[in-house]
C-alpha cells in the first residue's frame, strides 16, 4: 500500500465536490490537519499503513439505516473494534438497523462503500442523518480519517472533531457505549 509522507496542506485539485468541502471547512474553522496520500484504501487492513504514517488510529465510519430505510446514522467507531448490530441497536433503542444500501449512501453522504467520513455532515443532503459516535473514540487524542475519498486520510484532533465540526455542521453528536 502507497503512503505519501505527511502533508500539511490541502490537495491542489480537488477530486470531488465534498473533498473540496472538507478543505475549506478545515480552513474556516481553523482546524489543523496532517494528511497522506495513499493507494486506494478500503478495508480496515488497508489501514495500517496509513495508521502508522499518521501516527494515529483511522476510525471505521459506517453508514446505517432502519429497515425502512427512514432514519439513518453516521456510526463512529474504533477501527479494530467489531460492529454488533444488536449492541448499537441496543444502545440507540432502535430495532433492525443494518448497512444502508450503498446508493443511499452516495446520495446522503456522497460518497461510496469504503469513504465514508464524518466530514459528510456538510453536505446539505446529510440534513437527517443522526452523528454517533462510540465512547471509545473519544478517548483519543486524535481522529484518524479519511477526506471523503479513497485515497487521502487525515489526522486531526478528536477535540475539533467534536467541539468545532460537528456543530459547524449543525448535527447534534449522540454518544454511546457499545
Known amino acids: 500500500m502507497f503512503v505519501s509522507e505527511i502533508i500539511k496542506n490541502p490537495p491542489e485539485e480537488y477530486s470531488t465536490r465534498l473533498q473540496k468541502l472538507v478543505y475549506n471547512a478545515l480552513t474556516v474553522l481553523e482546524i489543523p490537519f496532517e494528511r497522506v496520500d495513499t493507494g486506494n484504501a478500503v478495508t480496515m487492513e488497508d489501514c495500517i499503513e496509513i495508521d502508522k504514517k499518521l501516527n494515529c488510529k483511522v476510525v471505521k465510519t459506517l ?99 467534536i467541539n468545532k465540526l460537528i456543530p459547524y455542521t449543525e448535527h447534534t453528536l449522540e454518544i454511546i457505549e457499545v
Open 63 to 161: 453508514f446505517l439505516c432502519n429497515r425502512q430505510k427512514t432514519s439513518f446514522y453516521l456510526f463512529v467507531t474504533p477501527g479494530d473494534k467489531p460492529f454488533v448490530t444488536k449492541n448499537f441497536g441496543s444502545a440507540l433503542d432502535v430495532s433492525r438497523v443494518s448497512f444502508a444500501p450503498s446508493e443511499i449512501l452516495l446520495e446522503k453522504m456522497n460518497t461510496e462503500v469504503g469513504a465514508t467520513t464524518v466530514f459528510s455532515l456538510l453536505l446539505d443532503s446529510a440534513d437527517d442523518v443522526r452523528i454517533v459516535f462510540d465512547k471509545e473514540v473519544l478517548e483519543n487524542e486524535y481522529y484518524g480519517c479519511t477526506d471523503g475519498t479513497y485515497n487521502c486520510y487525515m489526522k486531526v484532533k478528536t477535540d475539533d472533531i
